[in-house]
């Protein structure tokens, strides 16, 4: 079965820290890793990830991701209250193109 | 970019009855969508994979009786919880697919009373 796996489940930071974040996939037919930002409502696109050992970066957030390990990181410097949220990781498979979450990590930046 | 209208925000019924969610796609035709369901402090579970024109997908586990799924045009998918019940309530998502990316709909908070 199909299953992706994030850690920590929930995390609490101080403004100014930085924060890593953890997914880790099984999925047959992997396609490619998205990392999301859920407030209220729906998620927002963060990035996509397709090939392993390549950066993605904006602003004071950046993305890798290890096919070998299968998994991947997402990283937050300096953070901000505004960076509390819900950080979701979705692996999609191909042919279907189904999004498989992860549990999801929910960060809380304390003022 | 592409816009993904889900209808209504909010919607509270009485149990037994049954209540209708839409997912459009604005400026894109979708020939796929998703819809999920979310607790809670609760990640994102697919429900089922409609398709349009053809019967949707659902995932283990899901009654396909209780939650309809119809995908009648390429900008228009509904899900229908029927009969539905307190332990219904949810927030419910839906997705459209549009070449490789998916893009999400603002999401329906269920509360059935």
């Known amino acids: 079965e199909d299953k992706v796996v994030q850690s920590p489940l929930s995390l609490v930071v101080h403004e100014g820290d930085t924060v890593t974040l953890n997914c880790s996939y099984e999925v047959t037919n992997f396609r490619s890793l998205l990392w999301y930002k859920q407030e209220k409502k729906a998620p927002t696109f963060l990035f996509m990830l397709t090939s392993s050992g390549i950066e993605k970066k904006s602003g004071r957030l950046s993305s890798i991701l290890d096919k070998k390990e299968l998994s991947s990181i997402l990283n937050i410097t300096a953070t901000q209250t505004g960076d509390s949220a819900i950080y979701l990781c979705?692996?999609?498979?191909?042919?279907?193109?189904?999004?498989?979450f992860g549990t999801g990590t929910r960060l809380k930046v304390l003022a | 970019g592409a816009v993904v209208s889900q209808h209504p925000s909010r919607v509270i019924c009485k149990s037994g009855t049954s209540v209708k969610i839409e997912c459009r796609s604005l400026d894109f035709q979708a020939t796929t969508m998703f819809w999920y369901r979310q607790f809670p402090k609760q990640s994102l579970m697919l429900m089922a994979t409609?398709?349009?024109?053809?019967?949707?997908?659902?995932e283990q586990g899901v009654e396909k009786d209780k939650f309809l799924i119809n995908h009648a045009s390429l900008t228009l998918s509904t899900l229908t919880v029927t009969s539905a019940h307190p332990e219904d309530s949810s927030f419910y998502i839906c997705?459209?697919?549009?070449?490789?990316?998916?893009?999400f709909g603002e999401g329906s908070w269920l509360t059935v009373v």
């Open positions: 997705s459209a697919r549009l070449d490789t990316t998916i893009y």
């Open positions: 979705a692996v999609v498979t191909s042919g279907t193109y189904k999004y498989i």
């Open positions: 409609s398709n349009e024109g053809s019967k949707a997908t659902y």
